[in-house]
């Protein structure tokens, strides 16, 4: 566990002295952990390496709620040290989604404040100064292994199931005369920080009372500043927290580190024990034996003498491995890559590199309250509250790349900021407003911020039901019909319909009836898809006039006569059923069949929207001109075409 720990609370023994001389940890904790106060600031901090989802964005409500519940500040920050993964226009995006749900951040990019500035990668002399102090209070080191030995030590691990994983630590213990020729030589590096073989414990606001692993026996020292000069999250991070005064941190936590040591495991014995025991033992043992005297007397010559000079002989275990794996690559292909390619990476893939690398490192950022006597920063951390997955309602982890996930996309479909708060305040057990409340009336930012209680989050995962945002926004619809103005309202549909390219046409109608049809869409851009699409496009009159003649239940004369009535009676809302009962007595015609008549001439379709709320929904005149764009086709036609009029 930690490194962030390690890197805030490494204080110089004499530190500690002076500041307790019986050494009494108690007091040292009280004085370097911060409580709740007024003076409250958190921060959203993703990375712009792709669009924003409900995992993400139930991160940034928590930090929103919790700042505004203790009257602080809501800060975002933009970390882009990835420059790799970076995606132009990422951060952009998310700012104005935060805007669009309604939590615009009181510091951050574009924004500003005391500060700044808030984007990582304009701020990459501040982690070098932070990296050069770690370095010269020997808690950190220069790294000049190249990329070629960093593959070699991971394929060798591999090969020898070893226990620890990663950096072998080989730069560690290089003289200061070492490094000083190495960087008169500019050969590229890294820094590392120093790993220390300790525990720690630490109170998480979510999960109570918790303790660390040994890091160091898990892995190599990590590395906290790259070749490009940018900082890795773990460096970064602490200083931002610290130099930005976070006196909380609120943010997803991977898992808990039992499970996932136990899945791990669990694959890594299964698959590694079964495959790496039957086929990499049998080809090593058949394959290696045989090559290695051969080949390897051979490429000891060739590579050893050409790299003794520079890299003395300790090289001998390095480039036999590069040859022994050269060599062995034939067995090693074609049983090792098989197999750990199909049952142990997809295990790696999935668990230990994600979890592995995101959790004991990205995530295990918790802090102890038992801080080491030695060397290092001596900040006093942030407190911490790591919130659970977000779950799929299949069980499965939440993907940037669902795009239901997606918050940009569910703002395209049409559904309301209040709605998706809602379906986030219905996950997770913060937000302490009865659920039936939440799904009736919705919530809304402040009293959510009224209702947020992070200790009340629940500890295990928690599914989000986004089968339920259809209901939560089809009433948010409603609320929003109740409480807005008939202009406000007329103005969104306007908007969509101005988007789409539509003119607009009987708002008045959509207005008065809302509550007649609102059942039936799940978002505003519902009533411009489907059954709905006839009051922004008038069918096209030939298609009419095919339809009619298709018909089995009358002839086409038969339903343009009946066009032909339609056409000259006043119909409205109010007078239906008597126009209704008049074309039935005038015509041989029952009035199932009418109606079926009335609803291909007006909407194009033989099915559909009930018939009296086609009319609800358009005007008589309207209703006239496409009674009369029918007939007028059928005038302009010359002939029969074969069929009876």
Known sequence: MSLAYRLYLRIPLREIIDRCPKCNLSQLKSS??????????????????????????????????????HNGAFILRCEDTDQTRFVPGAMEKLIDLLSWIGMKPDEGPSLGGHYGPYVQSERVDIYKQKAD??????????CFCTPQRLELVKKDQIRSQAVVQGYDNHCRGLSKEKVEEKLSANLPHVVRFK???????????VFGHMMSEDLSRQEGDPVILKTDGFPTYHLANVVDDHLMDI???????????????????????????????????????????????????????????????????????????????EYCAECMTEYCTEYMTEYCAECMTEYCAEYMTEYLLRVAELYSETPPAICSFGWAPPSYAHLPLLMNEDGGKLSKRQDSMRVELLKEEGYQPQSILSLLALAGGAITINPNVVKEFGVTLESAAEHFDIKKTRRENTVLEISKLSELNKNCLKRIYQTATKEDFCAKISEIATEKGYSIASLDLLHTNFLQYCDR???????????????????SPNHVRQTLANLKWCKVGEALDLVQLLGKAVLNAQNFDGVMATLQSQTSLKKSIIFKIIRVVVTGHEVGLPISLIFDLLDAGEIWERCQAVLLSQIQRQTDVGVEV
């Open 32 to 69: 370097t952990h911060r409580s709740y106060s007024s003076n409250v600031r958190v921060r959203f901090a993703p990375s712009p390496t792709g669009e924003l989802h409900l995992g993400g964005l139930r991160t940034a409500l928590y930090n929103y709620l919790f700042a505004r519940k």
């Open 133 to 142: 102090c770690l370095i010269g209070e020997r808690h950190a080191y220069r």
């Open 195 to 205: 790993l220390n073989n300790d525990k720690h414990q630490w109170e998480d606001l």
């Open 247 to 325: 006196s909380h941190v609120l943010r997803g936590s991977s898992t808990v580190l039992s499970y996932m040591t136990e899945y791990c495991a669990e694959y890594m014995t299964e698959y590694w024990a079964e495959y790496m025991t039957e086929y990499c033992a049998e080809c090593m043992t058949e394959y290696c034996a045989e090559y290695m005297t051969e080949y390897c007397a051979e490429c000891m010559t060739e590579y050893c003498t050409e790299y003794m000079t520079e890299y003395c002989a300790e090289c001998m275990t390095e480039y036999c491995a590069e040859c022994m794996t």
């Open 521 to 539: 869409l799940d978002t505003l851009r519902d009533l411009f898809e489907g059954d709905f699409v006839y009051l922004w496009q008038r069918p």
